[in-house]
């Protein structure tokens, strides 16, 4: 209860200080003002969404602002299922990829709009070692371990608890990941709050207590399409990362160690860029992960909510910011979607028709001395906070 008070807290915190980072841009606070004309109400609504091969029940909960955004979340998973955000013509569509039901989420699919947990991305060949005992992951991605492994966070059904303000819509999920569940130490007991606002922020807050010293590294793997048409590729979105770093990958998409500066390279998203610019290029970073699959290295200082990165589609004029206290950015141009899964929309999704901003410590951090630490000890309350923040331009 006390860990729920306090990232409910923490979140409404975060929330404060975002507004008044927009409040110093003119031009942002016009947008959202002229989107909030159609006042309606804050709701939160929760339907079932069927039950598990195990037969454990889902909801589905609902969560509007009164711009008439609204983000579903299933319990399964954590999972952001639908993301409705008004185009430039107030038009309120989906931009996030998904399933309408739950049997096409327990079948294997690449984390749609999943939590993931204990560990965003890979862990070299599954194993890695805590003061001097070495423990033993499975391995689910060739050689490594990616995601938390087959049955991580993103299989599991969370317990919700819904709060709502006049401005906000929240929904609090916890989960109690048990001692050596997946191969990782510790009783981890975690809370993940989505915090939906009537500035159209959608703040999502992580905190998680051990009883064993262990490692976390938790993230949030929505595919995002602002065009809000699942059959484009997300090629002509424009992005910027505010990185002058990132982490090139081994053969196994395993960083080598290096944080590589992106001047001159196809890695360099400081200013504005087409994502389909230079993914085809004969870069053999971009060959190694089919695309962009990389970790880039924020700027902004390890631990304070600061600009990450941005996407803006200009046919629809939607823009995403991502703001983070995470040290780094897993940007993933969806290169693995090759049209074999089906479409909330009907059809499949085709090749690159979605990307993921994925909030997070460095892949691999475990193995790794020089990375920033990923271990949480017991008596520390890991916390990390990121807000995908919408607007039209
Ligand atoms: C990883 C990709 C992986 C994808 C889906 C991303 O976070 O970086 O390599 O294919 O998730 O599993």
Redesign the pocket.
């Known amino acids: 209860m006390k860990l729920f008070k306090k990232s409910l807290y923490i979140a409404a915190a975060m929330v404060v200080s975002f507004v008044s980072i927009q409040c110093k841009d003119g031009k942002k606070k016009e947008a959202s003002t002229e989107v909030a004309k159609s006042v309606a109400k804050v709701t939160i609504t929760k339907e079932s969404f069927g039950t598990t091969e195990d037969n454990i029940p889902v909801d589905n909960y609902t969560l509007k602002n009164s711009n008439g955004m609204e983000v579903s979340v299933i319990t399964y998973g954590g999972i952001i299922q639908s993301l409705k955000v008004p185009n430039k013509d107030q038009v309120i569509e989906d931009v996030v990829l998904g399933f309408n039901s739950l049997a096409q989420y327990e079948k294997p699919n690449?984390?749609f709009g999943a939590l993931?947990g204990r560990f965003?991305?890979?862990i070299a060949k599954g194993k890695f070692s805590l003061d001097g005992k070495e423990y033993t992951l499975a391995t689910n991605?060739g050689e490594n371990h990616?995601?938390g492994g087959p049955e991580g966070f993103h299989r599991k059904v969370w317990s919700a608890t819904e709060n709502q303000t006049e401005h906000s819509a929240s929904l609090v999920l916890t989960y109690l990941s048990k001692d050596m569940e997946e191969g990782y130490p510790g009783n981890l007991q975690v809370e993940v709050t989505y915090m939906l606002t009537d500035k159209n922020d959608l703040a999502v807050t992580y905190s998680a207590t051990t009883d064993k010293k262990t490692v976390l590294n938790l993230t949030q793997?929505s595919y995002f399409n602002l065009s809000g048409d699942f059959s484009k590729t997300i090629l002509d979105h424009d992005v910027t990362i505010d990185a002058d770093k990132y982490l090139p990958v081994d053969a196994t998409?395993i960083p080598t160690g290096e944080l590589r500066d992106v001047t001159g390279t196809p890695f360099d998203f400081r200013e504005a860029k087409q994502v389909g610019k230079e993914i085809n290029s004969d870069n053999e970073q971009l060959k190694r992960?089919l695309g962009y699959?990389h970790c880039w290295v924020l700027n902004g200082k390890e631990g304070e909510i600061a600009f990450a990165a941005s996407a803006y589609d200009k046919a629809s004029g939607r823009m995403l910011e991502v703001y983070t206290n995470e040290p780094a950015i897993?940007f993933?141009t969806g290169?693995?979607l090759d049209g074999t899964l089906p479409s909330k929309q009907g059809g499949n999704y085709e090749h690159r028709t979605g990307f993921?901003l994925?909030t997070q410590h460095y892949?691999d951090s475990p193995n790794q001395k020089d990375f920033p630490s990923v271990v949480l000890e017991p008596g520390q309350n890991y916390k990390s906070s990121t807000v995908f923040k919408f607007s039209v331009k």
């Open positions: 690449p984390y993931i965003g991305n890979r991605d990616l995601h793997h998409l992960g699959d897993q993933y290169n693995f993921c994925e892949p």
